[in-house]
């Protein structure tokens, strides 16, 4: 990936901060119970929810044993279709072709499609040091863009403002990226809609070039898939006449027939519908219609690293439902911010230091930014055992070393010693009861559990010297 955001603390010191930011988890917390409630409830109308997932699982993990197979069989394709295919192993490289494909057109401006791969590769910045203007035209990564701010959720990037914030965002901001907020503009959501649409309209009307990811890949045909919500990806990828499509080489299914199993748990996963409002689909180019150019850039980005690991590839499963955060207990509390990437939740936390690696702090903290609750996996449409690969990669965080780890090694020995000796176990236990009232509230290495809690009172009697006391 192309790295953390500049300065990014590791996981505990950045969530210790946002935790008490009470407004950050007001928004959160409303936002992540009524988004996870419809959802619930959509789901449950299905009879046949229990296959759907498994029959996604089985396609995704399919997909990633032959992925070599289906990116050539994609590539010809797509190519066979009028479009042009690039390969990019890192975000240096893709964004260095789309910023080469964007001058060869002689434009300095482009609309996007809201992408998470083109978050993840900080194209919007690259673009920029090449003198070329990106315009986010998604309603919440338009706020996200005009506040100078961080996508924090995968399907609501601007989750942690508020409307009264978002208000203040357009009417001091709008005017420098183009038409102004109206005068009188209210926090009312349908005045906030109709000041963006207002304000994107001219945009789309303008632009000679469009950005997107894609949601899918169908390799027969090379058949690219948008989902998305407000219609403005549907403007973005039919009015240009030059469309650059930047999509992780893990969005690939095989067949339309796989596609349809998606297109039923991905709309109800995510935004709790039966149907999604707009899916985009686009096979090269057409002379009557739509964009006359079309280039496809493949990228892998620490894709191929994660496929080798049998537990983690996993994660290459994950579809951007984003269903995991709104469950999970960690993010509501922390937001999106703490993870230090685009990818925040417990799917951030085993897909960045995948993409990644371990070795900076943030990433070597991820894996532990859960308190291995399940409720992600129970959600996850394709049954991505996010507990699972947590544990994994903190057994590889661990085996890297580290002061902490050490110790931990070290006191895993002693007590592994302790327990294969029955009779030094005995008599640590009794010396520790009758010594129980010198023992402090707060003994020495034991910091991160008495910050915030207080350890047990030891009993006067160990449970050892009951039995034989109580069960002759």
Request: glycine content about 8%; proline content about 5%.
């Amino acid at each position: 990936m192309s790295g953390t955001y500049l300065g990014m603390p590791s996981f505990p010191k950045a969530a210790k901060d946002a935790v008490h930011d009470v407004t950050l988890r007001a928004n959160l917390r409303h936002a992540t119970h009524t988004i996870r409630d419809k959802r619930a409830k959509a789901v449950a109308e299905l009879d046949d929810w229990a296959l759907l997932r498994e029959a996604g699982k089985q396609i995704k993990d399919h997909t990633l044993r032959h992925l070599d197979r289906y990116l050539e069989q994609l590539e010809s394709a797509v190519t066979a279709a009028g479009g042009t295919v690039h390969w990019a192993a890192d975000a240096e490289e893709a964004n260095r072709i789309v910023a080469g494909l964007v001058k060869a057109t002689g434009e300095s401006e482009v609309v996007k499609v809201k992408s998470m791969a083109t978050q993840e590769t900080g194209l919007n910045e690259a673009l920029e040091a090449e003198g070329i203007s990106a315009y986010e035209t998604d309603l919440a990564e338009l706020i996200v863009q005009l506040g100078e701010d961080r996508p924090s959720h995968i399907l609501v990037p601007a989750i942690h403002r508020n409307r009264g914030e978002i208000r203040d965002i357009f009417e001091q901001k709008m005017g420098s990226w183009g038409r102004p907020a109206p005068d009188g503009l209210s926090d009312s959501p349908a005045e906030l809609a109709e000041a963006a649409r207002l304000h994107l309209r001219e945009k789309f009307l303008r632009a000679k070039v469009g950005i997107s990811g894609a949601n899918f890949m169908v390799a027969e045909t090379g058949t690219l898939v948008v989902f998305e919500s407000e219609g403005n990806g549907r403007m973005c990828l039919t009015l240009p006449e030059t469309l650059i499509s930047v999509v992780g080489i893990e969005k690939t299914v095989p067949t339309w027939r796989d596609l349809e199993v998606f297109l039923q748990t991905l709309p109800r996963s995510s935004t709790a519908e039966r149907m999604n409002p707009y899916t985009s689909m686009w096979t090269g180019t057409a002379d009557a219609d739509g964009p006359r150019t079309f280039h496809l850039i493949l990228l892998d980005n620490g894709r191929t690293d994660a496929l080798a690991d049998e537990v983690g590839r996993q994660a290459l499963r994950c579809i951007r439902c984003s269903a995991c955060l709104n469950v999970c207990p960690v993010y509501e509390r922390a937001g999106g911010h703490a993870y230090g990437s685009v990818y925040p939740g417990p799917i951030g936390a085993i897909l960045s230091p995948q993409l990644r690696g371990i070795q900076s702090e943030i990433d070597a903290s991820l894996p532990y930014a859960s308190s291995l609750c399940g409720a992600c996996y129970e959600v996850c449409p394709v049954a991505i055992d996010i507990p699972e690969v947590l544990v994994h990669l903190r057994e590889k965080v661990a085996d890297q070393g580290g002061r902490g780890h050490r110790l931990e090694k070290a006191a895993i020995k002693a007590a592994g010693w302790i327990l294969d000796h029955p009779a030094v176990l005995a008599a640590g236990e009794k010396t520790a009861s009758k010594t129980r009232g010198l023992h402090p509230r707060k003994p020495p290495g034991a910091g991160a559990w008495t910050a915030d809690r207080e350890l047990p009172e030891l009993p006067a009697q160990s449970f050892r010297d009951w039995w034989k006391k109580n069960r002759t």
